[in-house]
Every structure is written in C-alpha cells, then in structure tokens.
C-alpha cells in the first residue's frame, strides 16, 4: 500500500520518520554562483516561512480529526458516562463484569507485586489463568490511576472511548501518510475501521477487541520490512508493538498477522517480480521480530499454553460462532439503521455482530473494487477481504438461518491456534479492508475527468449513501445493581481472612458476575469461588476449555432457585455435600443482597444449609467459619 506506485511494496523512508511522505523529495540544488548572500537569505527565509504554515496546517488538520473522533467515541458510549458503575449493556453483562475484574488485578500487580498471568483470587483454590483469559495487562496496567481514583467501571467505560477513537485515529495517521493524499480520504478510512457495526458490537462488552490502535502500525511495518534498508532495526520495532499489542488480545494479533500474509501473497501472485527483492528483508526483518518477540513472550506463552488451568481449543459453546450470509447485507444493531430483532438470527449474539455492512456500502464495496480493479493493490485487498468474510461463515454456511453447506472453516478448526480462534470475528479483517477501499475511492475520485463541483457532490453523496445507515448511534445500556453498601463499607473485613472467601449468592458463575464486581470494587482484597472464565474442561491442564470452573453442586443449586424462585426441601446428603464444597473453598461469610432477585427463596435455601443469617445493611449474612474450619 504505497504512493510510490499502486500495487508496489512500501520502500522505507529515508527522511526523518516522523515526516510525511505525502510530500515529493526533491534535490536541492547549489546556490548560483553570482547571488547575492542577502538574495540566498531572503530564500531561505521564505522557504522556511512556507514550511512552518504547512507544517502547521497539518498539525491543525490532526487535532480536528481527533477531536471529531472523540466526540464521536463520546456520543457512543453517552449512555455509560451517565453512571459507569450503575449501567451495563441489557445483554451478556457478564464480560463487563470480568474485563472490571482483570482491570484491579491489574492494580494488585502495581501495587502488591502480584503475580500477572495467574490469580486465585476467583475461582478459589484452583485459580484463573489469565493468559488463557486475555486479562489486558497492557491496558489495565497504565490505567492503574483512573482504577484507584474512579473504580474499575469508570476505567472500563475510559478504555471502550479510547479504544474507539484511538483505532480511527491510528488509521487515519497511517493512511494519510503512507496511502493517501487527500485529508477527507484518510478520515473516511479511519472512521470506518474505527466505527464499523463489528466495532460499535464489541463496543459494548469487549474494550480489548475494539482496542486496535496498534495495528494499523503493526501492518505498515511488516510492508516496510519488505524493501527495508535496516531489517534488524525494523525487525526490533515490529518485535515491540507485537509483544504490546499479545498483552491486549492475542486473537485479535494472530487476525493481523494472517491478514499481512494473505494481502502479501495476493500482490506478490500478481507482480512476482517483486519477491526477489522482498524475501531477503523480509525474512531478516521477521527472523529479528521472531527472536525479539518470542524471548519477551516465552514465559507467559508457557503460562498460558502449559501453566496451572491452561486449556487447548474453545469450549464448544463458541467455537462454531459464524456470520449469516445475509448477515453482510444488514445494518449493525447499534446504528441509525440497526434493528435488533431483525438480527436475531444473522449473528451469533449482539456482541458478535463482525459483518452488518447494510446493502448501500454492500454495493458500494463491490462498485470501488470493480472500478479500481486495474490497480494490484486493490485487487489484492478485495482478495484478502474476501478470503476472510468466507471463512467468517463458520462450519455451516446458511442463508438467512438457513444452512447451506460446509464452510471451509470446518478443515481449518482443529489446526493449533486456529482452535482458539472465534471465526465469527474474522469479519473485523474484511471491515478494515473495506474502510482503507473506501480511502482509495476518496482519493482516486479526484482523478476523475470531471469539474471538481460534480466530483465533490458525487463523493459526498455516494459516502451518505453507503455510511449514513451504519452510522454509530448510543450504546443500549440499562441498570445494574449497586454493590451493597455491606462491600464498600468494609464490613465484610470483620469476616475474611487472607486464605479465606466471601460467597456471593448465587455463586459467581457465567450468568451470575455480580459478585466478581464486588471483588473488583475492592480491588480483589478478598477471593471468590467460581466466576466467569475460561478454563480445562476437567480441571486438568491440556483439556479442551470451557466456561468456569468444576461443576459445582452448591453453585448450580442457588442458581436454579435464582432462576426459578422456587424454593427446594433439601436432605441431609445435599447438605453434608454443601458444606463439603464449602470447606473447599474455605468459606468464611456467605453474602445475599437484600435486594437480589428471587432474595427470598435464596434465603431460605440457605438456611436449610448452614441455619439462620443475620441482616448486615443491604445484606443477608451467614457465619459459617465455625461450620468451615471443622475437618471434613
């Protein structure tokens, strides 16, 4: 993707990094022999005069870009800044509550010295492997402060509006230094590859996935090693944004790291002329990346793939996730022309909508590559957008919910690495091809053999019509339950001790993370059991994943009552097998919300267990330290 020439490899720069390649290089030429000092220092002058505006111009240009980004950001995520620990997204508020809890584990590893990639402070006594749970240490981390000062909720909410507006903007900065010329064809590119319905989807839930300001930069690099002067240089910086970039979201690295190598293969098939002078660097450059990369990683590598609750493969709840066909042809949920019900069935759920492109910006996409099929790039883009929308489709490929076929992605799913992929989400490569395609077109419309007026109006009204029904609207959010005052209040100190746990009830599980927020709330001072994550099927490190941890019989008891409201007459097997688990997980306190839903059966379930609570402020307590230090 260069200026150079359309369908060329980038060459690297040989000015200073931070300039602008927009701008041709030119040869000064020696001063005339005959001039006169005070004629060459009123040039100079005046050269130096026109550079400092036109740097300025640029500069002023940036800053607009941004703040128009994160406004936009802003409008998006209006909803949450209403009140960050009282609002949450009406559907699978689950992944909200577990990215809080790796936001303060993020805190005790600052502040305490905590071991990063394991924790046994949920899931207690087996623990979490957090390398396995992408616990976002490369963001948690340098959000510490706002995480002391405002609560895990407001750093949530921080990092979902930075994360959109610092991807547009990263796009935006490499596009219009390194693709295109014109200011409006940058801005269109980086508002879609930050703003596209796959975006605005995760939005909502996953501040890791939609967190890509890294890439854009990755991708430009891996071109530049293609022709680079300095392999081993570049080969370093590369090194350095990938280990950044494995500690946000691995899946979403490995998706960059096939989107390079299939656009690379698709320019090289058609112009092979250019591998003779691209292997040599490109294999030093990557060789360097390789080295560098894999010596930083090593270690948390074999903590997540060979550490304690390491687990290979997806649990079978996600590892079939794929778009609908019809799902490319819809308008996202979270856009002026989204729908929800209309949905349903073209996504696995609303925090996977990875496609949602609607009909106009559909046609448009088709038109730009038709268009601009002379040009390799392009070609080789709608390759590479096209390779990964079908292996989106998942194992069964279907038409309106309707299957259709075998997709191919049912030969892939078992290959290492591609067993831990959600192939649902390789739709995020085909968006971001479709946002640098509509760069191009912006920039190659100026080429057109016709008055700039009409250029203008058609480039205008050709955006409106492909963006403006997938144009971002405020992320649905509804109330969530407060942590109870018995939490904030520091109450529950009088109970825990350090080798010892609070039981939330229900017991955290994938439906039930109120209690993995209350955790969260006090930077994890106390453990939990269970919760949500992943981990071995068995408990036994190697197995295929799955959601939480060893089936529990105390935790799918509570949780059926909280479902139902029905209260069950327990015998004294079930009892002596509660307290068993209880023991286990060396239980101090158990802890009911007054105002939990169905708090009355729950109640009373309880008590037939470990006998009367007593109400602490907002909260149902039992004591049942004299109950758990006592020998099975």
Request: charged share 15%.
């Amino acid at each position: 993707m260069a200026r150079a020439g359309v369908g060329t490899l980038p060459a690297p720069s040989t000015t200073d990094p931070g300039a602008s390649p927009a701008e041709p290089a030119t040869t000064p030429s020696g001063p005339d022999p005959g001039a006169e000092p005070a004629r060459a220092d009123a040039d100079a002058g005046s050269s130096a005069g026109a550079a400092r505006p036109r740097w300025w111009r640029r500069r002023r240009t940036d800053l607009a870009v941004f703040g128009l980004f994160l406004l936009t950001a802003l409008w998006v995520t209006s909803q949450i800044w209403v009140d960050p620990a009282g609002r949450v997204a009406p559907l699978y508020s689950s992944d909200p509550a577990q990215v809080q809890f790796f936001l303060a584990h993020s805190v005790r590893v600052v502040l305490h010295g905590e071991f990063p990639f394991f924790t046994e402070q949920f899931n207690y006594p087996d623990g979490v492997n957090l390398m396995a749970n992408t616990a976002i240490l490369a963001l948690g981390i340098p959000m510490v402060p706002v995480t002391l000062l405002f609560g895990p909720a407001v750093t949530f909410v921080v990092l979902v509006t930075l994360g959109l507006a610092g991807t547009a903007t990263a796009w935006y900065v490499m596009l219009s230094r390194h693709v295109v010329r014109t200011p409006l064809a940058a801005v269109v590119g980086g508002w879609f590859c930050g703003f596209s319905p796959a975006m605005l989807s995760h939005a909502s839930w996953h501040p890791n996935i939609i967190s890509q300001f890294l890439l854009p930069f990755i991708v430009w690099r891996v071109l530049v090693l293609t022709r680079s002067t300095r392999p081993v240089r570049d080969g370093v910086l590369l090194a350095l944004m990938v280990t950044a970039q494995a500690f946000i979201n691995e899946e979403i690295l490995l998706f960059t790291a096939l989107a390079c190598g299939v656009f690379l293969l698709a320019v090289l098939v058609q112009r092979p002329a250019l591998w003779s002078a691209a292997w040599r660097p490109l294999g030093a450059g990557l060789a360097v990346c390789a080295a560098l990369a894999g010596a930083l990683l090593a270690y948390p590598l074999y903590i997540q793939f060979g550490g304690p609750m390491a687990y290979h493969g997806l649990s079978d709840a996600v590892r079939d996730y794929g778009n609908d066909i019809a799902a490319f042809f819809a308008p996202g949920s979270p856009t002026i022309g989204g729908n929800q019900r209309a949905n349903v069935n073209l996504a696995p759920n609303y925090s996977e909508e990875n496609a949602f492109f609607g009909w106009s910006l559909g046609l448009l996409t088709v038109g730009i590559v038709l268009w601009l099929r002379r040009e390799p790039l392009v070609r080789a883009l709608a390759a590479t957008g096209v390779f990964f929308a079908v292996l989106s489709l998942g194992e069964r490929v279907s038409w309106w919910d309707r299957e259709l076929f075998t997709g191919p992605w049912e030969w892939l799913v078992r290959l290492p690495l591609l067993d831990a992929v959600v192939p649902t989400r390789f739709g995020l490569i085909t968006s971001v091809v479709i946002g640098v395609l509509l760069a191009l077109a912006v920039e190659r419309a100026r080429s057109l053999p016709l008055d700039r007026r009409t250029v203008r109006t058609l480039t205008v009204a050709g955006l409106v019509l492909a963006l403006l029904p997938i144009a971002p609207m405020p992320l649905h959010m509804t109330s969530r339950p407060p942590v109870p005052d018995f939490i904030t209040a520091d109450r529950w100190r009088g109970y825990v001790g350090p080798d010892q746990t609070l039981v939330p009830i229900p017991v955290p599980s994938m439906g039930n993370t109120h209690g993995m927020r209350w955790a969260a709330a006090t930077n994890l001072d106390f453990k939990i059991p269970g919760g949500y994550f992943l981990a071995p099927r068995n408990g036994n490190t190697g197995d295929p994943g799955r959601f939480g941890g060893r089936p529990s019989g105390l935790g799918q008891l509570l949780e059926e009552v909280a479902t139902t409201g029905r209260t069950p007459k327990l015998d004294d097997r079930q009892r002596r097998r509660s307290l068993d688990e209880l023991r286990h997980w060396r239980a101090a306190i158990l802890v009911l919300p007054v105002r939990q839903h169905h708090a009355e059966p729950l109640r009373r379930t309880v008590e037939q267990l470990v006998g009367p609570g007593r109400r602490e402020l907002d909260v149902w307590v039992w004591d049942v330290r004299a109950l758990t230090d006592q020998p099975a």
